[in-house]
RNA sequence: GGUUGUGUAGCUCAAUUGGAUAGAGCAUCUGACUACGAAUCAGAAGGUUUAAGGUUCGACUCCUUACACGACCA
């Protein structure tokens, strides 16, 4: 289609130098998809060109669509309202059009020259608690983001920078070592990463307690907080910890063992993947060399007290510490180190880190502060910032215990899957396991998509009740179209009707036919846009109009009542290529379809 | 207090990056299964795009101010 748009710009250059004997640079035509309420399928703005050619916006508008319609044979038709320029174009170039996508397949690449290698950094988890809804938004959009630029050809490493020590792990460790009572998650029935967030939990409430205790003995709250004995015990244990403690070891070892299997199994359960893990515990030290190194270079300063800070203020930020006096590093002194080992481990082009947007700050320093070190890769990082995830009650707080705990989500959106495809009763034929993995299918899709189809950088409320709804702007409604598109084929195939032939004998469209290869010819622009912008939402709209576009194509021409068969043919195309392509669209964004739903 | 983001139909979200009468879904109402799958399709209704100015042929979009909500920095 991009083709067919730039050959339309060249004829509409041609036909203002004819006309108006005037050269219109090629970037000042600028052609949008016509509105659904006027004919036509490309629309030319004719405002701006009012002072180059020196009249009105209609009549230019009147003039060039005529000169099209007279020599160029691709514009079958115009009309002109107020500046718009309405171009009809021929069907047999929609047919041709049809013709050149079906020569390659649909999950082809779109090269768009972005960049080439890819890192791209999510999940990122803790390793005191289980993941919730808002790790699920980063999952999602951390996969998909990734699958949206291997499309454009670019090789792409899922990296996941796994959180696995500090203060909040001691505190869970603390709370085992205390009421535990060598339970382990087989003995308790829980999976590994609930049964750590328990005694996290447990921590947090004992913590409170004696909060509240020292409190009652008249020591003020700040002071209380420091002093009270469960954080002190966690404290020591995280000096304990980098001290290299046996015991303290021994006990981190087999409490993130437990984490780990239960996270690879809601990975395997949610369907996101990763090519490399990298650890905090490998990596925090890695940080202190670069910040030696900027001392060395004379970028970073040493105050007083020993602690180092890098200044920032003439790039409009703060200063920022680096080091603490007592030498032990902070979150962005270990994100120095993994930048720089991301770096040496994969030569990225482009590093894309998707937390959420109460990181912004953190992130412009982390950028600046590499920037200061003069190390190429400063440019190349990026922020994929997205907003929380809100509950209708407000917003999650994990202290507070308002979270949606992620696997608990996912069991419901099943099951709300479940129910409905029982209700609906169409499945007779597919086995137990088949039905299992079909409500799996469907439930995930209905909350990826949910989940996906916000623009990333907005906050978004989660409704419980939409998140599942199966009808609609849904991923399901998605997934049905696919499955009735693949009933189509079972069917075509059983009558023996070609898939492919050629159709360029066929006179005239009709308009449902005409709107689904524009639909189809759309893919390459949105995944350039979704790429460049990093948004699955970008993606998650095109499949739903590409859905509705063949539902409308579906209730309004007949396929196998229609008796021309090359016209028969062309639908059973048509729906074909329409059911590829909705497949290789969701599979952006880690949705699955179903042959039958 | 400083920095920053958001504000669009009753609700949840779009709007091709400055273009036409601001579009979808949900909810409400109406119509379409003796036809290839009704998890669908067609239609009705629903808007002073938070407010006020400004820029221009043209503003949800850009600028200024105010208000509301959020995040971050102390």
Known sequence: MQQLEQDLKTALQTAARAVFGVEIPLASLALQPTRKEFAGSFTLVTFPLTKALGQGPEPIGRALGEWLQAHEPRVSGFNVVKGFLNLEIADAEWLKLFAQL?????????????????VVEYSSPNTNKPLHLGHLRNNFLGYSVAEILKATGATVTKANLVNDRGIHICKSMIAYQRFGQGETPASAGLKGDHLA??????????????????????????????????????????????????????????????????????????GVDFDKFYYESGTYLLGKERVEEGLQKGVFFTKENGSVWVDLQAEGLDEKLLLRADGTSVYITQDLG????????FGYDSSIYVIADEQN???????????????????AIHHLSYGMVDLPSGKM???????????????????????????????EGLSDAELEELYHLLGLGALKYYLLKVDPKKRMLFNPEESVAL???????????????????????????????DFAALG??????????????????????????????VVAQYAYDLAKAYNRFYAEVSIFQETDELKRSLRVALSARVGEQLKVTLGLLGIQVPERM
């Open 102 to 118: 079906q020569a390659q397949p649909a999950g082809a690449p779109v090269p768009t020259g972005g960049p080439q290698r890819v």
């Open 197 to 270: 967030g328990k005694y996290y939990v447990l921590f947090e409430k004992h913590y409170r307690e004696e909060i509240r205790q020292l409190e009652a003995e008249g020591v003020t709250n700040e002071v209380a907080k420091k002093q009270a004995p469960l954080m002190a015990e966690a404290q020591q244990m995280l000096q304990a910890w980098e001290a290299g403690d046996e015991a303290v070891m021994a006990l981190w070892h087999q409490m993130n063992g437990w984490v780990y299997e239960g996270f690879t199994e809601t990975y395997a359960t949610i």
């Open 338 to 345: 993994t930048a720089e080992l991301k770096y040496q481990d």
């Open 361 to 379: 700050y953190h992130m412009q320093v982390l950028q600046a502060t590499l920037a200061k070190l003069g190390k190429p890769y400063a440019a």
């Open 397 to 427: 707080k994990s202290r507070e215990g308002t979270v949606v705990d992620a696997d608990e989500l996912v069991r419901d959106v099943v099951a709300a899957a479940k129910a409905a495809t029982l209700e609906k009763g169409k499945t």
């Open 471 to 501: 009808e609609g702007h849904t991923g399901p409604f998605i997934q049905y179209s696919y499955a009735r598109i693949a009933a189509i084929r079972r069917k075509a195939a059983e009558l023996g009707i070609a898939e492919a032939a």
């Open 508 to 537: 005239a469209l009709a308009p449902t036919e005409r709107e689904l290869v524009q639909e189809l010819a759309r893919y390459p622009a949105v995944v350039a846009d979704a790429a460049r912008n990093l948004s699955p939402a």
